[in-house]
Structure formats: structure tokens, C-alpha cells
């Protein structure tokens, strides 16, 4: 495969994902990696080269740390507190098992991270982590996010939708209002940007062979759930900075503030390339 390939000098990519590890103490139904997760011929990021890569960065840019689980890299706090130093953003994909022992996720707090995305595809509910993660870890899930929470650490919460776990998001939603105001930690587009993320199934790496919802149909859900509007969901194609065809920001209200809500539709086109024609990517 041939990649589009930039010295970092020449960047012109406002968010920088870097692929932390390979590994991950979880065989999610859908994980993109496929046949590369766990594989020991895929190596972890070189630190000596991650930092010489973010002293030569243009501009300030989002660093985003993916796996796998980029918690099973010991040196992931060395990495934030790098991209810190050179004055990036780092955030971190993560599904949240680490982050339940909160000792670690004050380390990751030192060390500069203020922002994460929390995977809780089966929301409160192991029945449903069950089906989509191969494990029952509700309980964990929910003190990462708790955690998040007691530490000011900006949750942005991820879930893969197909028709089986609808029924989680409107529990999920009172959990995040309910640990949110536990902390003090008030909801707003501005000052605590906390959000809800849907996105359909991915039909690459590994995936459940169920339905995977389109733009209008992941909207209609929102729209039934969380009381908007669907005209006011479907109204935003910039997403981050970006133009993104499949993805939509929104905004709802909660007793606890205004809450983002992002959609996302990850169909493949010909090529097998999710969430295409955006800019990001």
C-alpha cells in the first residue's frame, strides 16, 4: 500500500494520530486492526522518533495517541507529557479498562492529557459488552468515565450503533449528566465541550455482520432519543475544522448544560475506506 507521506515540517494536517501499540487486553466485535491486533511484528511508536517528529511540527496540532489500547504502552504518559511540552494537544482513544484505577488516570492528568474519547458501546449494560467487546466490564467502563470526571478530564463518548443497543444510549446519557454533576463539571460548547458520539459499524477489520445505520438513520435515532430535532442534527457538515460528509455536530440540552452530539457514518465506499471524502482522513 502507498501512503501520502509529509515531513512534519510540512504538515498540514490540524489532528496527528499515532498509532501507540498493537496491543489490547480486549477482541472487540469490531476492531479496524483485524489480523494486526496483538501481532508482535507490529511494533510499538519509537519514542526517540515520536519526539523528533513533534519538535519539527508546523504549527500546533492535535495529538491523538489510538491503538489497539494505547494504555498498554508503559510509555504513554512520557508521550503526553512530550506533546505537551512542544505545545500540542494530546487525547487519546482508549477503552477504558486502565483509566477504572484512578492512580493512573491522575498520572495521565500530570502528565498534560485534559481530553480523551471513552469507548461504551454497550453503555451500563453487560449484557451488551457481552456482544460487542466479548466481555462483561460495564462496572469498569463507568468508573473510567467517573474518573474522567474527578479529574477534569474532557470526556468525548463513543459508541458503535446497530439495532441490539439503542437501548443503552438513554441510560448511558443520565450516567454522564449524573457523574458530571457529582464533580461540578457543568456541560458547555465552550468552557467543557463533553460528547456523545454515535457511529455506525465499520465494515473493515473485523465487524459484526449486522445493519449499519446511515447518516439519516443514526440522526433519527438522536433525534428520538435526546429530543432534537432531526433538521437540527442534519444541519452541520464541518466537524472540528473539517469537512466531513459522513459526520454531523450538534448541539442538546441537559439538566446539566448544553451537550455536544456527533454522528457518524462509517459505510465503506468501493474502495473499503470508512467515512470517505473527509478531510481529515
Excluded at 494536517?13 to 508482535?40: A, E, R
Excluded at 526517540?48 to 513533534?54: G, I, L, P, Q, S
Excluded at 454533576?181 to 456541560?187: L, T
Aim: contains cysteine; charged residues 25%.
Amino acid at each position: 500500500m502507498h501512503y501520502y507521506e509529509l515531513e512534519p515540517e510540512n504538515n498540514t494536517f490540524k489532528t496527528i494520530s499515532i498509532q501507540t501499540t498493537y496491543m489490547c487486553q480486549l477482541k472487540c466485535s469490531n476492531c479496524y486492526l483485524g489480523d494486526m491486533l496483538n501481532n508482535p511484528r507490529y511494533p510499538e511508536v519509537d519514542i526517540e522518533r515520536f519526539e523528533d517528529a513533534m519538535k519539527r511540527l508546523r504549527g500546533r496540532c492535535d495529538i491523538r495517541f489510538i491503538g489497539a489500547e494505547p494504555t498498554l504502552n508503559k510509555n504513554l504518559p512520557k508521550l503526553i507529557r512530550i506533546a505537551r511540552n512542544h505545545r500540542h494537544r494530546p487525547s487519546l482513544l482508549t477503552n477504558g479498562l486502565t483509566l477504572r484505577r484512578e492512580p493512573y488516570v491522575k498520572q495521565l492528568k500530570d502528565a498534560g492529557l485534559n481530553m480523551l474519547g471513552l469507548s461504551m458501546n454497550g453503555g451500563l449494560d453487560d449484557d451488551m459488552y457481552q456482544i460487542f467487546d466479548n466481555g462483561k466490564y460495564a462496572k469498569q467502563k463507568m468508573q473510567a468515565l467517573e474518573n474522567c470526571f474527578k479529574y477534569r478530564i474532557l470526556p468525548h463518548i463513543n459508541v458503535i450503533v446497530d439495532p441490539s443497543n439503542i437501548k443503552v444510549l438513554k441510560p448511558l446519557l443520565n450516567y454522564i449528566i449524573e457523574m458530571a454533576m457529582k464533580h461540578n463539571r457543568r456541560f458547555s460548547p465552550m468552557t467543557f465541550p463533553v460528547m456523545l458520539r454515535l457511529k455506525s459499524i465499520g465494515q473493515i477489520g473485523n465487524y459484526m455482520k449486522t445493519k449499519t445505520f446511515s447518516l439519516s438513520e443514526l440522526a433519527d435515532i438522536a433525534s428520538d432519543l435526546f429530543k432534537v430535532k432531526k433538521e437540527d442534527v442534519m444541519t452541520g457538515d464541518i466537524v472540528n475544522g473539517y469537512c466531513e460528509t459522513r459526520s454531523v455536530l450538534y448541539k442538546f440540552d441537559t439538566p446539566n448544560g448544553t451537550l455536544l452530539g456527533k454522528l457518524t457514518d462509517w459505510t465503506v465506499d468501493d474502495d473499503g475506506v470508512p467515512d470517505a471524502g473527509s478531510q481529515r482522513r
